[in-house]
């Protein structure tokens, strides 16, 4: 069996899975992140470049299938041995012509489906549960921390892009070392270390009225600790500034 070994990117992951048609073995093989290879490859390792026309043809295939979107998301999910899942989920889609996320008896359908939904989940959160703190005043810079389970920088930046078009921000992932800057014309993911040593301040009398405007609305006699614990669970609250 041969091991595709990419570097990775989505970009390398789709570029491993047009190596593995070009090579017709895309039945019998394995696609792998650099240093993620455990044991021996029998039929050898093949080191795959990143291609951007090659991961383009492919994912336009995928587009057309109605795969794409599920597709990315499980990859961003990260978990275990999900390359081959999805690798498996896509030969099933070429050999149906359609997507087969109605599959779900298929082990590596529902896995697959599994790690979108709680990526998309995760996602979902933040859109709520991000804080911005003034960082530069000139020019007007703000910043927010968050801590992911999983790699959903690339889906907070169209929201949030148009949330926030007028100002310059940055959204730091602590969890993963990067960082979704918004630069008022196009959004990116950035490695920078620098970015993610810049101070988190704020402005501490906006921050007493976020909290004030907090009390007032809230309800004492209806308080519903686990309640709210399912809504707002322990793990995002340490950026919140309602719970600061």
Same mark, same amino acid.
Request: aromatic share 12%; net charge positive; proline share 4%.
């Given at each position: 069996?041969?091991?595709?070994?990419?570097?990775?990117?989505?970009?390398?992951?789709?570029?491993?899975?047009? /190596?593995?048609?070009?090579?017709?073995?895309?039945?019998?093989?394995?696609?792998?992140?650099?240093?993620?290879?455990?044991?021996?490859?029998?039929?050898?390792?093949?080191?795959?470049?990143?291609?951007?026309?090659?991961?383009?043809?492919?994912?336009?295939?995928?587009?057309?299938?109605?795969?794409?979107?599920?597709?990315?998301?499980?990859?961003?999910?990260?978990?275990?041995?999900?390359?081959?899942?999805?690798?498996?989920?896509?030969?099933?889609?070429?050999?149906?012509?359609?997507?087969?996320?109605?599959?779900?008896? !298929?082990?590596?359908?529902?896995?697959?489906?599994?790690?979108?939904?709680?990526?998309?989940?995760?996602?979902?959160?933040?859109?709520?549960?991000?804080?911005?703190?003034?960082?530069? /005043?000139?020019?007007?810079?703000?910043?927010?921390?968050?801590?992911?389970?999983?790699?959903?920088?690339?889906?907070?930046?169209?929201?949030?892009?148009?949330?926030?078009?007028?100002?310059?921000?940055?959204?730091?992932?602590?969890?993963?070392?990067?960082?979704?800057?918004?630069?008022?014309?196009?959004?990116?993911?950035?490695?920078?270390?620098?970015?993610?040593?810049?101070?988190?301040?704020?402005?501490?009398?906006?921050? !007493?009225?976020?909290?004030?405007?907090?009390?007032?609305?809230?309800?004492?006699?209806?308080?519903?600790?686990?309640?709210?614990?399912?809504?707002?669970?322990?793990?995002?609250?340490?950026?919140?500034?309602?719970?600061?």
């Amino acid at each position: 069996m041969t091991v595709f070994e990419y570097d990775g990117s989505y970009e390398g992951f789709l570029s491993a899975v047009f /190596e593995a048609y070009l090579r017709a073995c895309a039945g019998d093989c394995e696609i792998q992140r650099t240093g993620n290879l455990a044991g021996l490859a029998l039929g050898g390792i093949c080191s795959v470049v990143s291609d951007k026309k090659r991961a383009e043809r492919v994912e336009k295939k995928l587009c057309s299938l109605s795969c794409g979107r599920v597709l990315y998301k499980a990859w961003l999910s990260g978990e275990e041995n999900i390359e081959n899942d999805m690798l498996a989920c896509i030969r099933i889609a070429l050999e149906r012509g359609s997507a087969p996320w109605g599959m779900r008896t !298929e082990n590596c359908v529902s896995r697959v489906c599994g790690a979108a939904g709680r990526v998309g989940t995760e996602a979902h959160r933040y859109l709520q549960f991000v804080r911005f703190a003034c960082v530069s /005043e000139e020019p007007p810079v703000y910043a927010a921390d968050i801590e992911p389970k999983y790699d959903i920088l690339p889906m907070l930046g169209n929201h949030f892009s148009k949330r926030f078009s007028s100002q310059c921000f940055v959204i730091r992932d602590r969890s993963f070392n990067q960082t979704l800057v918004w630069d008022m014309r196009s959004w990116y993911i950035s490695s920078d270390p620098e970015l993610l040593r810049i101070p988190l301040h704020g402005d501490s009398e906006f921050q !007493e009225m976020w909290k004030g405007y907090f009390r007032a609305v809230a309800i004492p006699w209806r308080r519903n600790k686990k309640l709210q614990a399912q809504f707002v669970p322990q793990r995002f609250r340490r950026y919140l500034t309602e719970f600061g």
